[in-house]
C-alpha cells in the first residue's frame, strides 16, 4: 500500500531534551516536506526537499532540522525542543513539486513541557 | 508572495443540503490550487485540484470547485451533504515557480443530522 508513514503518532517530551520524529515513504516520490498545524493558523511548512541531500527551508524553520540521505526518508530533529512547538505535525510528499498532489501521513501529536 | 484565504473557520450545515466552502488566493502568477480533506485524527487527503483547463473541477466524494480567474476564488461545493463530509477543509495554492504550497487556515464543516 502506498502511504507515508510518520512515528511515532504521540510524542511527550521537556523542555531541551532532544528528539526526531521520522518520515518514510514508499512511493518513490521526490519531495518530502514538513509541516506544522495550529488551531487557527491551518498550516505552515517547517522545511522541504527537492530530493535526496537538497533541503530548504520553509515559512517556520527555526528550531527544526531535517536531513535527506536516503529518497525515502525525511527525518525531523528538534535539537532542544521548547513548549512553543507543541503542536501536530505532518509529513507529506508528492512525485514532484507543483502539480502533483501531496501523500499526508497521519501526524505526530508532540507536547512540550 | 502568494496567500490564500478562508474566510469560514466553521460552517455548520444541515444534512442533505447544500454547502459552498470559501477560498480566495492572491499570486502574482498563475497557480495551481487544491482542496484538502482532513478527518479526525489523520492526516489531509486531496478532495480535488486545479492545474489547467476547465475551470470547473470535480473531487471524490461529490464535491466539485470552481476557479475564478477574475475574483481569484476556488470555492468549494457539494449539493448535499451528508453526516460523514463531517471535517476540516483546506485550499491550498502554488504560484508558478514557487517550491512550496501555501495552506488556508482551514474550515470545519459541521453536518447536523
Redesign the interface.
Given at each position: 500500500e502506498a502511504q507515508v508513514t510518520q512515528n511515532p503518532r504521540y510524542l511527550i517530551t521537556v523542555t531541551g531534551k532532544k528528539l526526531t520524529v521520522t518520515c518514510s515513504q514508499n512511493m518513490n516520490h521526490e519531495y518530502m516536506s514538513w509541516y506544522r498545524q495550529d488551531p487557527g493558523l491551518g498550516l505552515r511548512q517547517i522545511y522541504y526537499s527537492m530530493n535526496v541531500e537538497v533541503t530548504d527551508k520553509g515559512d517556520v524553520p527555526e528550531g527544526y532540522k531535517v536531513s535527506r540521505k536516503e529518497k525515502r526518508n525525511f527525518p525531523l530533529i528538534l535539537e532542544s525542543p521548547s513548549p512553543n512547538q507543541t503542536s501536530l505535525y505532518f509529513c507529506a510528499s508528492s512525485l514532484s513539486q507543483g502539480r502533483s498532489p501531496l501523500h499526508f501521513g497521519n501526524g505526530t501529536r508532540l507536547t512540550v513541557t | 508572495a502568494q496567500s490564500v484565504t478562508?474566510l469560514d473557520?466553521q460552517v455548520p450545515v444541515f444534512e442533505e443540503a447544500p454547502v459552498e466552502l470559501r477560498c480566495n488566493y492572491s499570486s502574482s502568477v498563475s497557480v495551481?490550487l487544491?482542496w484538502?480533506v482532513q478527518y479526525p485524527?489523520?492526516?489531509?487527503?486531496?478532495l480535488l485540484?486545479y492545474?489547467s483547463g476547465s475551470t470547473l473541477v470535480k473531487g471524490i466524494n461529490g464535491f466539485e470547485a470552481e476557479f475564478n480567474k477574475s475574483q481569484t476564488s476556488f470555492h468549494l461545493r457539494k449539493p448535499s451533504v451528508h453526516i460523514s463530509d463531517t471535517a476540516e477543509y483546506?485550499c491550498a495554492v502554488?504560484g508558478?515557480g514557487y517550491?512550496?504550497?501555501t495552506?488556508?487556515?482551514?474550515t470545519k464543516l459541521q453536518v447536523i443530522p
Open positions: - | 478562508q473557520s495551481y487544491f484538502y485524527n489523520q492526516g489531509l487527503q486531496l485540484k492545474l483546506f502554488i508558478g517550491q512550496k504550497v495552506f488556508g487556515t482551514g
